[in-house]
């Protein structure tokens, strides 16, 4: 049996680490509630460019447009959106496993990171980092959003990348998030989402030149409500996995004060026992 | 009274309004456009300046700086990257924007990104007529 010792010390370490999970139980909390408010409060303009652009482009049908054609050559580029902190379960596991799954070999793609947790895990298994935007994952803009689609957009029109996925965590709900991949570029058309009572739409200015200027907002928005998205379920994932930790460090703590208590009473037992027989010795 | 339709303006952080109006003004690319009840569909891109909403109660003026407008017969839809009302504008911050950008169009070197100069002049001169 373990000395009285050796279980105190264990079990004050236990308690320290407890402390810390649930203060950082407490933080995740509060910054969860922060980024679900900011996620919905983008919800309105994501939903609706969404169903603005499908539109456009299911009515539009046959246009030619460069952002809207696969090419032949060129690498895939995945947008990969993590944290900057471990301690969340799952999370940035996910999100890494969701990436190396794709059906694409590792050298035809480029990873363009935001979260330094994936960056690295990426980098480890020999995936080709071509761009980080790391310190943006904390608390990010839409400007933030916007630099990351204009160097997509760049390596796309000069052909060094065929098509651009975004590997991020959906928000369902607090206790449930999803990794999620979509499709950015070429934009896909996906003939269910077509409406036939639509209006017939006119563009001014010509529908090529519009959508040269609507495509690039799209993407932004999408970028940026999956950085929404993403930041959510980063905190959601963390409250939950300190929660765990909380809780299983209280079953510790208790199991020990258990093997403690044995251990006390079992040392007590074994001193009784020998000033008894020492006193019989003399007498 | 006038007619009315729906009009929304919707910012990537927030609805920005959401009401009934009877007119709607706002500068796209291809110039200025006023926009009444039962226009035909039309989608334009927005151009840095003024946004003008007549509700019932009168006028109300935001700067609106870029996105694009999808315009039906019943509802507008402002889809606006920014957009600002006029207590939410720094005078002295638009002043001096316009004053950089002034400067960087008229010192123009082969380095200087005139069309970036430009859009940030349009921005605060968008924002500066919308105080005044």
């Known amino acids: ?283 | 009274m006038a007619e009315l339709m729906k009009l929304q303006v919707i910012c990537p952080d927030r609805v920005f309004y959401d009401g009934e109006v009877s007119m709607v003004e706002l500068n796209t690319t291809e110039g200025e456009i006023g926009i009444y009840p039962r226009h035909i569909p039309l989608t334009c891109i927005i151009a840095p300046g003024i946004l003008t909403i007549t509700e019932k109660s009168g006028l109300k003026n935001a700067a609106l700086h870029s996105g694009f407008v999808q315009i039906l017969p019943d509802k507008v839809t402002v889809m606006a990257e920014v957009a600002e009302w006029p207590d939410e504008i720094d005078l002295g911050r638009a002043e001096a924007a316009k004053g950089r950008a002034e400067d960087r169009i008229k010192g123009k070197d082969s380095k200087t990104d005139i069309a970036r100069a430009e859009t940030a002049l349009q921005r605060a001169i968008a924002r500066i007529n919308v105080i005044k």
């Open chain 1, 1 to 283: 049996m373990a000395s009285m010792r050796d279980i105190k010390r264990r079990k004050s370490s236990i308690q320290s680490t407890q402390q810390i999970t649930k203060a950082m139980k407490l933080t995740s909390t509060v910054k969860l509630q922060k980024a679900k408010a900011r996620a919905e409060q983008s919800k309105p303009y994501f939903d609706f460019m969404y169903e603005t652009v499908h539109a456009m482009l299911a009515k539009s049908g046959n246009i030619d447009h460069p952002y809207l054609k696969a090419k032949e050559s060129g690498k895939t580029a995945v947008v990969v959106i993590t944290s900057n902190r471990g301690l969340a379960g799952g999370y940035n596991n996910n999100i890494v496993k969701l990436v190396t799954g794709f059906d694409v070999p590792p050298k035809d793609m480029v990873i363009y990171t935001a979260g330094s947790k994936g960056r690295d895990a990426l980098s480890r298994r020999g995936y080709e980092i071509k761009a980080d935007y790391s310190d943006i994952v904390e608390d990010p803009q839409y400007s933030d959003a916007d630099i990351i689609c204009k160097d997509l957009l760049e390596a796309f029109e000069q052909g060094e990348i065929k098509e651009i996925y975004l590997a991020y965590t959906f928000f369902k709900n607090t206790v449930s998030h999803e990794p999620r991949r979509i499709k950015l570029l070429p934009v896909e058309m996906d003939s269910e989402t077509t409406k036939s009572d639509n209006v017939p739409m006119n563009y001014e200015p010509e529908e090529e030149e519009a959508l040269d200027m609507i495509i690039p907002k799209y993407l932004t928005s999408i970028v940026y409500g999956a950085l929404m998205q993403a930041v959510a379920s980063e905190n959601g994932a963390r409250m939950q996995a300190m929660d765990s930790a909380t809780s299983n460090a209280e079953e510790m703590i208790d199991s020990l004060s258990l093997l403690y208590n044995r251990a006390r009473q079992g040392s007590i037992t074994q001193e009784l026992t020998e000033i008894i027989a020492g006193a019989e010795a003399i007498s």
